[in-house]
């Protein structure tokens, strides 16, 4: 698998996670895009410190090969997917916890 193939197969999985499984419903909620926009401002000027100095190198075989501030969009699939999954956990044992 290439790196482009799972990071949407990690978004779909995350996706799935939220609105089907667990139906926390993150995805419908504003607070939740809200945190996403500041979170994804810094995973921006992460990723671009870190490729712009090679710190992090990809295989052009891997990837789609479309970036954004020096990283490939990838890594903003795959972060997506880490973030709404964490959320997702987060809200589970929250409510576990309330039982």
Same mark, same amino acid.
């Given at each position: 698998m290439t790196y482009t193939q799972i990071a949407i197969f990690a978004v779909l999985?995350?996706?799935? @996670?939220?609105? !089907? @499984? *667990?139906k926390t419903q993150l995805l419908k909620r504003k607070v *939740?895009? +809200?945190s996403y926009a500041i979170i $994804?401002? *810094?995973? $921006? @000027? +992460?990723?671009? &410190? $870190? +490729? /712009?100095?090679?710190?992090?190198?990809? /295989?052009p075989d891997a990837m789609i090969g479309l970036?954004?501030?020096s990283a490939p969009v990838e890594d903003l *699939?795959?972060? !997506?997917?880490?973030?709404?999954?964490? @959320?997702?956990? &987060?809200?589970?044992?929250d409510a576990s916890h309330k039982r």
């Open positions: 999985i995350a996706i799935s @996670l939220d609105l !089907f @499984l *667990f *939740f895009w +809200t $994804l401002g *810094f995973q $921006l @000027l +992460t990723n671009w &410190w $870190l +490729t /712009s100095r090679n710190i992090v190198m990809y /295989s970036r954004i501030a *699939f795959f972060g !997506f997917a880490l973030v709404l999954g964490v @959320l997702i956990n &987060w809200i589970r044992l």
